[in-house]
T-cell receptor, first 116, second 114 residues
Framework: AQTVTQSQPEMSVQEAETVTLSCTYD???????LFWYKQPPSRQMILVIR??????QNATENRFSVNFQKAAKSFSLKISDSQLGDAAMYFC?????????????FGQGTILTVHP | DSGVTQTPKHLITATGQRVTLRCSPR?????VYWYQQSLDQGLQFLIQ???????AKGNILERFSAQQFPDLHSELNLSSLELGDSALYFC?????????????FGEGSRLTVL
């Protein structure tokens, strides 16, 4: 079974600075997808960024980028120019290909605090 | 707004009772996923339906059941409730894009069992 591990229960960053959230996963599949979701206090789960395992290029969405190391099974999220609105719980998630039917396996989450 | 609608937003009930949580997926989405979020278990996948048929089952208790109706809305039924069932229950639907299609989550139903 696939597992996703987020080793940082909490992180903090100063506004306008950069922070990196860590995620590792375990899988025997070669075809899969990785995601970072954000859960603000409103509790809605919002997709931040996604990465297809077959793509070597790291995904980027504005201030958010990932460092995808397939051999090391690592998928970290970098938030640049942090803003107060980035404060939230961040979840790393794995979705297998094939017969996984699209279900996501989530890590335990990292609470990000942004200080003004 | 994700387009996924969940009702009720909050629910307080007693042990032993039964509740039904409802989910309407985004227009056009055929897949519905149910997740449970609790402090000790994190986000756990419960069950998935696709166009009315059960497709995948996760850590769903036998006291829980779900179904997806012809109009594609889904209901999660929780019975013989225990204190440990208190959690946030999310519904999500999958957008286009095949296996990498994004999951769009509703705002969740907060269940408190007293």
């Amino acid at each position: 079974a696939q597992t996703v591990t987020q080793s940082q229960p909490e992180m903090s960053v100063q506004e306008a600075e950069t922070v990196t959230l860590s995620c590792t996963y375990d899988t025997s599949e070669s075809d899969y997808y990785l995601f970072w979701y954000k859960q603000p206090p409103s509790r809605q789960m919002i997709l931040v960024i996604r990465q297809e395992a077959y793509k070597q290029q790291n995904a980027t969405e504005n201030r958010f980028s990932v460092n995808f190391q397939k051999a090391a099974k690592s998928f970290s999220l970098k938030i640049s120019d942090s803003q107060l609105g980035d404060a939230a719980m961040y979840f790393c998630a794995y979705k297998g290909g094939g017969t996984s039917y699209g279900k996501l396996t989530f890590g335990q989450g990292t609470i990000l605090t942004v200080h003004p | 707004d994700s387009g996924v609608t969940q009702t009720p937003k909050h629910l307080i009930t007693a042990t032993g009772q039964r509740v039904t949580l409802r989910c309407s997926p985004r227009s056009g989405d055929l897949s519905v996923y149910w997740y449970q979020q609790s402090l000790d278990q994190g986000l756990q996948f419960l069950i998935q339906y696709y166009n009315g048929e059960e497709r995948a089952k996760g850590n769903i208790l036998e006291r829980f059941s779900a179904q997806q109706f012809p109009d594609l809305h889904s209901e999660l039924n929780l019975s013989s409730l225990e204190l440990g069932d208190s959690a946030l229950y999310f519904c999500a639907s999958r957008g286009p894009g095949g296996p990498s299609g994004e999951l769009f989550f509703g705002e969740g139903s907060r269940l408190t069992v007293l």
